[in-house]
């Protein structure tokens, strides 16, 4: 390094290093002045601030939501994908089109206009990660040091695309951010679930749907994205519903096992058993059409957690008694279950729940006469057929 001469050169040394300086490519957006780049968290770390004036305030539940999401990247290194932060410089740094290099001093700082909960869900990790890192060293726990320490690492690195608008005021501000969150559309219903593969029942429908013949013959709508195609029995959603109906006995919303970390021997077995319970209906219930009550949607949500019920009172999942319990299937007065338009006009959750429990009243009274009355019809035929088949 070279010697210092002069309390000037020492100023001027010391200016340098105070900025903070960002890459980037200067463009025209709309007929502002922005700046495109891409900054690892650590960098962003430094340099962001929250006018709560232009924002609002965090909503806990979607800031859990997003730890959670981060958490699948830095746990099991899965990919996450967010879209690009955006800041407003108001007035602050300045850009050098030579080196193409934008300038901050160190206490000049950026203002969110997009981003707030993805920085929040970054820095609370980032906070949590350092008080884990000072316990583990009080405890002197060197191994969980490391892994604490990689993981910090993965956060500080993490790329995010950003863009900074230059030279925009804060009512423009406000309206930029009012545009962004008003405008946009969330996607929604079948195509919101089909977008979704991480999670073991998406998972799992996903590969009932394309993989196996028995869902050819009920055809699942995997593209539209309300599943209301014409042509399609059941929509994606549905399939998914069914199968958490089938599993757990609950309805999609308190799911309990429809976790990111799962093996694939679970869905292995999974899928064997669902398979068999497609086959199953498709046996005992009239062919799949969309006229038909019993291949309706509440109907067949309400019949999953009905026969979830009786395959698991021995605590797990028992085939042997599922193929009982199925047997029931061509008894039940389908029409019977709902009381003039109780079909249309009772919520959806009501309408579930109304059939679930015909259905289990009808088993509960009927199925000892009515399945050993089909197991004796069917060893008379049998046993007909061997006489024919010796004489």
Same mark, same amino acid.
């Given at each position: 390094?070279?010697?210092?001469?002069?309390?000037?050169?020492?100023?001027?040394?010391?200016?340098?290093?105070?900025?903070?300086?960002?890459?980037?490519?200067?463009?025209?957006?709309?007929?502002?002045?922005?700046?495109?780049?891409?900054?690892?968290?650590?960098?962003?770390?430094?340099?962001?601030?929250?006018?709560?004036?232009?924002?609002?305030?965090?909503?806990?539940?979607?800031?859990?939501?997003?730890?959670?999401?981060?958490?699948?990247?830095?746990?099991?290194?899965?990919?996450?994908?967010?879209?690009?932060?955006?800041?407003?410089?108001?007035?602050?740094?300045?850009?050098?089109?030579?080196?193409?290099?934008?300038?901050?001093?160190?206490?000049?700082?950026?203002?969110?206009?997009?981003?707030?909960?993805?920085?929040?869900?970054?820095?609370?990790?980032?906070?949590? #990660?350092? *008080? +884990?890192?000072?316990?583990?060293?009080?405890?002197? @726990?060197?191994?969980?040091? !490391? /892994?604490?320490?990689?993981?910090?690492?993965?956060?500080?690195?993490?790329?995010?695309?950003?863009?900074?608008?230059?030279?925009?005021?804060?009512?423009?501000?406000?309206?930029?951010?009012?545009?962004?969150?008003?405008?946009?559309?969330?996607?929604?219903?079948?195509?919101?679930?089909?977008?979704?593969?991480?999670?073991?029942?998406?998972?799992?429908?996903?590969?009932?749907?394309?993989?196996?013949?028995?869902?050819?013959?009920?055809?699942?709508?995997?593209?539209?994205?309300?599943?209301?195609?014409?042509?399609?029995?059941?929509?994606?959603?549905?399939?998914?519903?069914?199968?958490?109906?089938?599993?757990?006995?609950? #309805?999609? *919303? +308190?799911?309990?096992?429809?976790?990111?970390?799962? @093996?694939?021997?679970?869905? !292995? /077995?999974?899928?064997?058993?669902?398979?068999?319970?497609?086959?199953?209906?498709?046996?005992?219930?009239?062919?799949?059409?969309?006229?038909?009550?019993?291949?309706?949607?509440?109907?067949?949500?309400?019949?999953?957690?009905?026969?979830?019920?009786?395959?698991?009172?021995?605590?797990?999942?028992?085939?042997?008694?599922?193929?009982?319990?199925?047997?029931?299937?061509?008894?039940?007065?389908?029409?019977?279950?709902?009381?003039?338009?109780?079909?249309?006009?009772?919520?959806?959750?009501?309408?579930?729940?109304?059939?679930?429990?015909?259905?289990?009243?009808?088993?509960?009274?009927?199925?000892?006469?009515?399945?050993?009355?089909? *197991?004796?019809?069917?060893?008379?035929?049998?046993?007909?057929?061997?006489?024919?088949?010796?004489?």
């Amino acid at each position: 390094m070279d010697n210092i001469t002069s309390l000037s050169e020492l100023l001027a040394e010391q200016k340098a290093s105070s900025y903070i300086e960002i890459p980037g490519v200067v463009s025209r957006t709309f007929g502002q002045t922005t700046l495109s780049t891409t900054l690892p968290m650590s960098k962003l770390f430094a340099i962001y601030e929250v006018d709560l004036e232009v924002q609002r305030s965090i909503v806990p539940q979607n800031l859990s939501k997003m730890m959670d999401y981060i958490m699948l990247y830095l746990d099991h290194g899965q990919g996450i994908y967010f879209p690009g932060i955006i800041l407003s410089a108001r007035g602050a740094g300045e850009y050098d089109p030579d080196s193409r290099l934008y300038r901050l001093q160190a206490i000049e700082k950026l203002y969110v206009v997009d981003g707030q909960h993805r920085l929040a869900a970054f820095r609370r990790l980032m906070e949590t #990660l350092q *008080s +884990a890192m000072a316990r583990a060293k009080d405890r002197r @726990e060197y191994d969980r040091m !490391e /892994e604490i320490s990689a993981k910090l690492s993965k956060l500080y690195t993490f790329p995010m695309s950003t863009m900074i608008y230059l030279d925009i005021n804060a009512r423009q501000e406000r309206q930029l951010f009012s545009d962004i969150n008003k405008l946009p559309r969330k996607i929604g219903g079948n195509l919101a679930v089909l977008r979704e593969q991480r999670r073991f029942y998406h998972v799992l429908a996903s590969r009932l749907a394309l993989e196996t013949e028995v869902m050819k013959q009920i055809p699942v709508d995997m593209f539209t994205e309300r599943g209301k195609g014409p042509e399609y029995l059941f929509s994606y959603h549905l399939l998914i519903e069914i199968m958490i109906g089938l599993f757990e006995g609950r #309805l999609k *919303s +308190a799911a309990r096992n429809n976790g990111y970390y799962f @093996e694939d021997q679970q869905v !292995e /077995e999974h899928m064997k058993l669902a398979v068999h319970y497609f086959e199953s209906l498709l046996k005992y219930l009239p062919a799949p059409e969309k006229g038909e009550l019993c291949w309706s949607e509440n109907l067949q949500i309400a019949l999953s957690m009905f026969f979830h019920d009786e395959v698991t009172k021995t605590g797990t999942f028992n085939k042997y008694a599922l193929d009982y319990a199925l047997k029931i299937l061509p008894h039940i007065d389908w029409d019977a279950i709902y009381t003039g338009d109780e079909k249309d006009r009772l919520p959806r959750r009501s309408r579930i729940m109304k059939a679930y429990q015909y259905i289990k009243d009808f088993y509960q009274e009927h199925h000892m006469f009515l399945i050993r009355e089909d *197991s004796l019809a069917e060893q008379v035929f049998q046993t007909d057929n061997t006489k024919e088949d010796v004489g």
